[in-house]
């Protein structure tokens, strides 16, 4: 039908958007599908408009002329979000900040950048190669920085380096008044009010837009050493793990990839690892202490059940190993040509992961599809990918049951039904399970800085 | 006069709070005296009455009561914050935690304990000690936990551990409304909903009252290792502390002392070090590791011109070390008998910490008072402690025109106001300086919470 495609921006909106931003205000369907289109199985929702913004100042007054008229706003990075987070379920104006990729200043002696939101975490790495250092955060895709602060990405290398909680030192944000605020100053810590930062990082849009991002940077080590190392048991490797942390090993990064998936990277890379629940691990540090954490943790290992270590310290070979860990999520699907993804993620403590990941894995067992696991294991935190046939609507039903019973399971560990999706759409009901009462304060928190309930709507919560 | 020590608490409200705790409400002077006291410079005000709480029900029950009648509420830990974050500038009911002093749970599998917000932190440590984990977070005074948090305290080894902001996984508060929440689950991180953990976190009581916290442990280092180290230049120490940093050394501690500091450290414990710009070390890993960054930092210094290392890895002697520098505050005060202290903080790029640290020098060499330095400089962060006689009033006047200065000087250097001592009452002005009009948001959030302003009223910024 004529009338399904046809937006419903309001006339005089328009006119002010186009004389904003000009041709960078689409209103086409093809552009508005793919905003609203999910990476994984939620549905796509159409916005009324996208508009590409190229500054802090044509956000704001986007932001103003919508909410002077009543129109939703939704923030749009690269789309890589996976729990519906983008998805405009009330229309609106998309604003695309993937336009906004410059990196505005780096300061090597204070290990420190500021970037536009828009800018990618390949990119500012590309951008940083001849500064000595890096910017650790890693969740796999390569989403924007605005999109990972929204989120409270983390990935790979978060048991050393920290989230997104940790690695934002400041941010700033169009209000939904339309004001611009800077949440904090440069310096590396600050008593200075309540920690506007941290409430931004993880909001998932819903109480303004990030334009741009302050970051901590990291000296790149002397030396890298990546190894991986299979198990007999999956207690083996969570164990291994444990011990390694508790003898001080500053793992660097520590991923657990399941039989399935090693199967699906196999597949997928052309590799020959056994199939076999399987740590990869990384290892920062000077030469010597490199040296020193493999030997340490190596022995661990062993005397868990695990395989000698397969390690290499050259760029390339390392390269390699964590693009098969990376492309996890593209093996899974390739595992059925065609399919679905329904990747879902809990966090829980340390102690209770070995079993967690344990009682999961009976239960995936028994499902119609292939379901692989993939952890963070160093923060108790672990992925299923739910590899769903989309011709056949029992195999959504049965995900949401498998699914149900996992965010079940973590939340009775004392864990949390998401370690670094965020809530979006998928997680609404567990975030009232997880923390009761404290989501009125949310609520209370948006009512105040967001009254008319325009900024990403109907995301975290219902109001 | 009578009248002037007579509390103005409502009758019915005492008898309330009489019902709920007996003989732990108090109503004489002298304990009121003591709760509204500054370990610094600010004036005395009285509460009206000061309650012992034993459980978190208790304080529920206070501050649902306090409300009620509109009666404000002021949570009280050890009292050692300096900035009179605690000082209740319009009376109302001081809720002492102190005897709210039980360490939970301590999970040592997952690196985390629970303890009640009246735990001071050298308390935990020694509760800690057969676990082979321990809580870093150190301020210097033996501050409580819920004080800590509510001030996002640091202190010396942030550097590596970070402040109160990364050691909180998460807070049990009883909000203005009387309701009591949890802010997070255990997980090590979580991506589900806003960061009320961080919200609370610094909010210096002005949200609601933190009853139980729980924090990040880490192991104890296989070997640590204390070092000495004095320097001919100020910028000779602060560029061996970014080398260091630079060169991938994970510094555990690093503090900066000055000539006036190292002089009153040298009076009041009896020690012989060179009166001259000095830095403390402390370096934690395996004996090998910790041999290694030792030697890096050595050369780094000694190229910078500083001095041969004095170093000792025997407990005792890093004891009497450490010790010497966290009496700094009242080795300072010793330097001048019957003196009163201000002590102030600001936290800048560390790029620009030698130039913000000669400037401030150069202003206190005129001053008329000793005004000794000490700085956790692998922060960008450092104090200045005013050491003022109180009979000359006009040494207050000057003591605030160089606070000012300092704190100008450290915002025209995208610093903070405070590194880690808060707002109170001393940096309100500053903090809307520092942030604009994201103060106004703050305001926002304080409102939808605390709409009576009644939780610790006239704090951080005015209404």
Redesign the interface.
Known sequence: MEAASRPALPVALEAQLQALCGDRLHLGEAMRRQHGASEAHFATRLPDAVLFARTTEEVAAAVRACVAAGVPVIAYGAGTSIEGNTTPVRGGLCIDLSQMDAVLEV?A????CTVQAGVRREELNRHLRDT?LFFPIDPGANATLGGMAS????GTN?VRY??M??AVLSLRVV?PDG?V????????????????T??F???EGT?GIITEVTLRLH?L??AILAAVCSFATLGGAVDTV?QS????I?LARVELLDDVQMRAVNRRAKLDYPELTTLFFEF???A??VE?QVRVVSEIAAGNGGSAFQWSNLPEERSRLWKARHEAYYAALALRPGSVGWPTDV?????RLAECIGATKLDLEQASMPAPIVGHVG???FHVIFVIDPARPEELAEAEALNRRLVER??AM??????????GLG?QD??ER??????D??R??????DPLNLMNPGK??SL
């Not at 002696?109 to 420190?112: A, H, I, R, V």
């Not at 209370?444 to 800085?449: C, D, G, N, T």
């Open positions: 300061h002696e204070d290990f420190d000595g989120t409270r990405a983390s978060a920290g989230t909680r940790e209000t004001r605020i800077r949440t904090s100053r440069r310096a590396r810590k600050s008593a200075a009010g309540y920690d506007l941290r409430l990082v993880g909001s109480l000296p080590p002397d444990v942390i508790q003898s001080g500053p920062h540090g000077s010597s202490y020193e966090c829980v403590p340390m102690s923060d108790g935190n973590a939340l004392d864990g949390t039904c998401t370690g670094e999706h965020g809530i997680k567990w975030l997880e923390l009761g009462e404290a989501v304060l949310m209370l928190v948006k009512r105040a800085i975290i919560f």
